[in-house]
């Protein structure tokens, strides 16, 4: 089975960058699709990107378009030009079918805390 988790978060200043990882462990992540999600207090937690390892087939949502960047086998998610509204728990998730749906997926890591401050 599939351990998952993340590691990168802080605090950081608004238009700052932060990169999180998402370590693996237990079995390859072959053939898996790494998925982002964040969450703030009282928000749904919501889909931020994806990408099938080694396919290079990354998607983002709207709001981390040219922001956000996925990339790596151990997969990184660089975020620049960061908000406020960026203030949240990131989380990475693993799953073989590819889908913006946090319970679909096989496996979740704890989260990791990232603070922008104005």
């Known amino acids: 089975q599939v351990q998952l988790k993340e590691s990168g978060g802080g605090l950081v200043q608004v238009g700052g960058s932060l990169r999180l990882t998402c370590d693996a462990s237990?079995?390859?992540?072959?053939?898996?699709?790494i998925s982002w999600f964040r969450r703030t207090p009282g928000k749904d937690r919501e889909f931020l990107a994806d990408?099938?390892?080694?396919r290079g087939d990354a998607r983002y949502r709207d709001s981390v378009k040219g922001r956000f960047t996925l990339s790596g086998d151990t997969v990184f998610l660089q975020m620049n030009n960061l908000t406020v509204e960026d203030t949240a728990t990131y989380y990475c998730?693993?799953?073989?079918?590819?889908?913006?749906?946090?319970?679909?997926?096989?496996?979740w890591g704890p989260g990791t805390e990232v603070t922008v401050s104005s």
């Open positions: 998730a693993a799953g073989q079918v590819q889908s913006t749906a946090w319970d679909l997926n096989d496996a």
């Open positions: 237990g079995r390859t992540l072959r053939n898996y699709y």
């Open positions: 990408m099938g390892l080694g």
